[in-house]
């Protein structure tokens, strides 16, 4: 089982960047994939990138494509998604979520483990 912990939102710009932290504890890290999702508000949830457990394998949703980044760090059990060119469009809660199975995840059903959320707010 792992907690998730996400860290690193906040108030930027229009052609901003962020950098957002996912910190998990628990056993089998190594096991997980990874996948981040955000919310705005009135909208349903919706998959933004995700990270495969072994290979690595990156798959982004095309409105993110070219500006964000999604990338594991095993040494610190952490979970990044660099977002870059940030538009008023990205804000959103962003959550970052886990599974201990393979492939490439992008379903919410997908995912047994969540973190809490960070706001991210793109000012125009």
């Known amino acids: 089982q792992l907690q998730l912990v996400e860290s690193g939102g906040g108030l930027v710009q229009a052609g901003g960047s962020l950098r957002l932290s996912c910190a998990a504890s628990?056993?089998?890290?190594?096991?997980?994939?990874f996948g981040w999702f955000r919310q705005a508000p009135g909208k349903e949830r919706e998959f933004v990138a995700g990270?495969?457990?072994?290979?690595?394998?990156?798959t982004y949703t095309d409105a993110v494509k070219g500006r964000f980044t999604v990338s594991r760090d095993n040494a610190v059990n952490t979970v990044y998604l660099q977002m870059n060119s940030l538009q008023p469009e990205d804000t959103a809660v962003y959550y970052c979520?886990?599974?201990?199975?393979?492939?490439?995840?992008?379903?919410?059903?997908?995912?047994?483990?969540w973190g809490q959320g960070t706001q991210v707010t793109v000012s125009s």
């Open positions: 990270l495969s457990r072994w290979s690595g394998t990156t």
């Open positions: 628990g056993r089998n890290f190594y096991n997980n994939g």
């Open positions: 979520a886990a599974a201990n199975k393979g492939g490439i995840l992008t379903r919410g059903t997908d995912f047994s483990y």
